[in-house]
């Protein structure tokens, strides 16, 4: 058994990392300097987007993503219950009102078809979440919102370099959502990001996430000389500082070889357990290239002993830190006031009682990679003795 626990996800920072903060920290701009556009240019650039707008947490980014889809009281937004509370609370930060559609069963994506069912003439926008790093399918979203005039908002939290059809995440919705939270593709300490190609919506974004004000001259109503700025709306202080914005840049150079390793792990675990009676192991479609944010092994409670939550405390036991993603958001006490039924999304209910989360990160060793696979296969043969 490991001597020490091994998480199922961790920040992976080099001397580059180091030294690019550190220069930053000798500059003469902490926050509201060039360090912030040069990672918003950055990562637009690599994800095939026009703009990005960088904001404090991804969060707050999703929050500013609703607010200029011009989200308000009455308006319904869809999106799935098999995602982190800020897929849905930043509608209610908006006034309006979240509407759960359920999952595909084999994707663990929102399912298109259930969102179609949901769409009513209150709905104004669709957030799709690309679950574990594959990307919803994106065409069938789309063709939703030219239908029904819809705004679609992609939370790709989970897949920053992922590709949808030859095209990365970031160039498929009006707005993408990008975390850079230490257990993501990337760090950043936290900081989330807008990318989009429509220069209206990236507009209102910068004044959003920073107390409503702007200094462009094309959107001043009179110019009293070159220090005048107006505040011409009610919004908030979500900004980002340059020692984020400069460990982001160079954390980026670095992307491709995380997800290239994340996808080996993934290949390495998905050879092991693809034919373990009882595990079922993540459907990965053949237009879609994850980036593997997470790996969800699903733990047949009809075909192993004491199915996933037997498992789940026996991987602790062994120290592999395994964890699940996520509590369906409707069954959350706070929603269940607001009036959400408990019941609402079958495939995303019986997914959370069979799900568990598997370590996966860019540092872990083969070694690392092994003592999973034989910790799991230990567990599925124990239970089996029962």
Same mark, same amino acid.
């Given at each position: ?37 040069? *990672? ?14 960088? *904001?404090?947490? $991804? ?14 009281? $009455? ?23 979240? =509407? ?7 994707? &663990? ?23 574990? $790093?594959?990307? /919803? ?28 059809? $030859? ?33 209206? #919506? ?33 919004? #908030? ?57 997470? #790996? ?33 958001? #409707? ?8 009036? &959400? ?27 690392? =990679? ?5 910790? =799991?296969?230990?567990?599925? /043969? ?5």
């Amino acid at each position: 058994m490991r001597e020490k626990m091994l998480p199922y996800g961790r920040q992976c920072l080099d001397e580059d990392d180091i030294t690019a903060v550190v220069e930053t920290l000798r500059s003469a701009w902490l926050t509201q300097g060039p360090a912030i556009e040069k *990672f918003e240019r950055d990562i637009a650039a690599y994800t095939g987007a026009k703009y990005g707008v960088a *904001f404090a947490n $991804g969060t707050v980014a999703l929050h500013g993503a609703c607010e200029a889809a011009g989200i308000g009281p $009455g308006d319904e937004v869809i999106t799935t219950p098999l995602t982190f509370l800020a897929s849905s609370n930043c509608v209610l930060y908006c006034g309006g009102t979240p =509407v759960f559609a359920d999952i595909c069963p084999d994707t &663990y994506n929102l399912d298109a078809d259930a969102a179609a069912r949901r769409i009513t003439e209150k709905t104004k926008a669709i957030i799709p979440v690309d679950f574990s $790093g594959q990307p /919803a399918e994106m065409d069938a979203f789309r063709w939703l919102a030219e239908l029904h005039n819809l705004v679609i908002i992609e939370d790709a939290a989970h897949s920053l370099g992922a590709s949808y059809r $030859g095209r990365k995440t970031g160039s498929l919705a009006d707005m993408t959502m990008f975390s850079f939270h230490p257990v993501k593709h990337i760090t950043t300490g936290e900081v989330g990001i807008i990318v989009t190609d429509n220069e209206e #919506y990236a507009e209102r974004l910068r004044m959003f996430r920073s107390h409503g004000m702007t200094k462009d001259p094309r959107l001043l109503t009179r110019n009293d000389g070159p220090w005048y700025y107006e505040m011409q709306s009610l919004d #908030y202080n979500y900004r980002i500082i340059d020692i984020q914005a400069s460990l982001g840049s160079s954390q980026l150079k670095k992307l491709d070889a995380f997800v290239a390793r994340r996808r080996e792990i993934a290949t390495a675990y998905t050879d092991a357990f693809c034919h373990v009676p009882g595990l079922q192991v993540p459907t990965q479609l053949p237009d879609a290239n994850s980036s593997w944010h997470l #790996y969800v092994l699903r733990w047949k409670k009809d075909a192993i002993a004491g199915g996933r939550d037997r498992a789940f405390a026996a991987l602790r036991e062994r120290n592999i830190g395994v964890h699940v993603h996520y509590i369906p958001v #409707y069954k959350q006490p706070y929603y269940q006031s607001l009036g &959400y039924a408990d019941h609402l999304c079958p495939h995303a209910e019986s997914y959370y009682e069979e799900a568990m989360s598997l370590p996966i990160f860019p540092a872990m060793t083969d070694s690392d =990679v092994q003592d999973v696979i034989d910790a =799991v296969l230990e567990t599925v /043969a124990l239970a089996s003795r029962f």
